[in-house]
């Protein structure tokens, strides 16, 4: 049994979970907040780094420290309770909204600015081909995904990077104008901007990806696996900030160049005023490959889990079944499927946070079921207002929105925060008949 990584390994490590949580949504939604916040910029970045790069960070140690995936972290809760929310989050992250937008991302990035066809027809074309050769891929991963992956994360690194420095050193503009929405509360707008990565829920699946791969090199001492689990993280954040940071600013400084442009045009549309002609093609091969890459391990990652919900359902049939719901649902155009899933992710977001949080105290609950329960029943009663009242439903906004303004914070991202205090509080205390009890699920 090994005792310590050489500085190689863990480097390698960590640049592996940046590559799992580079996707399509890490790369244009930093720009809308951005120019969004204009000469807010710096508390809207840091509300969007909190929950796009410290939340998965967190989420990533949480599962080294229950020393397992999302059955395990949801193990205290009722097992419907448990399912339910395993479900939420692998349709959210899978054939729902993360799955359908890699698709979305590589046509807006990709071929829209290079095909003569109407937006529709293109897209259409576009997500079978795309998702018929995703599925292909899904159906007998091996070689071919392993080296397109190898190559094509470095080169968007690399890509990244190369416009990263050129927008902080050439900026196309001072900062831009606040918007409205977001004056009165920049970093709880950039906080919950910071919801559509995905990245917090993913870290929950991807979690045990990570933990295993360091106890594949021999790793088996829980207090340094957590410790290399926590560097590995630590490296995977400062690359994702590295990226989010610079992408924020191009957002900021858009407004002479790409006003008013949408998800999908705002990164292209600077990017060829920093380069010219070429700098869209290359980002354009690059950014269809990396959502490629994604859409396989989503179509993957995916397949195996409802596999496993649905035994009698073969792995192959499973991913062909997302494959194509998943290409009819990217027809549905980039705008819409964000307007759609801002919601759902508002809902979900928070008791996820709340996961994560009592995943690292479990060991210290001396009745783990009853203050899961407390907490995330209440953070998601809380969690679900904000869902309501983003959903755009005339007759769900103004009831939800009216008692949302009840709860303090409610008017920010934050109101779910004293039902989940309350809900902890709650739960200890009626776990206190319990003291002497274990985490049964903990107790190998």
Known sequence: MKTRLSGFEVLALGFMTFALFLGAGNIIFPPQVGQGAGIAFWPAALGFLVTGVGLPLLGIVAVAIV????????????????????????????????????????????????????PITG????????FGLATLLALSPGRLV?????????????????????T???????????????????????FENGYLTMDTLASLVFGILIVSAIRERGIEDRRTLMRYTLMTGVIAATCLAAVYLPLAYMGA??????????????????????????GPVLLAVIITLACLTTAVGLLTSCGEYFHRLFPRLPY?????????????????????????SVPVLVALYPPAIALIALSMLRRQLADAPRVFSCTMGLTFAAS?????????????????????????????????????????????????????????????
């Open 67 to 118: 020393g397992g995936g999302l059955d395990r972290l949801t193990s205290p809760l009722p097992k419907v309770a448990a399912m339910l929310f395993g479900l939420g989050i692998y349709l959210s992250i899978g054939p729902l909204f993360a799955l359908p937008r890699t698709g979305t991302v590589a046509f807006e990035m990709g071929m829209r600015p290079f095909i003569d066809t109407a």
């Open 123 to 130: 897209l259409a074309i576009h997500s079978v081909l795309f």
């Open 146 to 166: 392993d080296v397109i992956g190898k190559w094509i994360t470095p080169l968007l690194i690399f890509l990244l990077m190369v416009i990263a420095a050129a």
């Open 168 to 190: 902080l050193l050439f900026p196309q503009g001072p900062l831009g104008p606040i918007s409205e929405a977001w004056v009165d509360a920049p970093f709880a707008q950039g």
């Open 253 to 278: 400084t858009s407004h002479e160049v790409a006003a008013g442009a949408d998800n999908g045009t705002l990164i292209p549309t600077y990017v060829q005023a920093l380069f010219g002609p070429t």
């Open 316 to 340: 192959r049939v499973m991913v062909v079944v997302m494959g194509a719901f998943s290409a009819l649902v990217a027809n549905q155009g980039l705008d819409s499927l964000i307007r759609v």
């Open 384 to 444: 679900l207002l904000d869902g309501l009242a983003a959903s755009g439903i005339e007759v769900l906004v103004k009831p939800a929105s009216t008692l949302q303004a009840l709860l303090p914070l409610g008017e920010t991202s934050f109101g779910w925060v004293l039902p989940a205090t309350a809900g902890l509080l709650l739960g200890l205390a009626l776990s206190r008949r319990n003291a002497g009890s274990l985490d049964p699920a903990l107790a190998d």
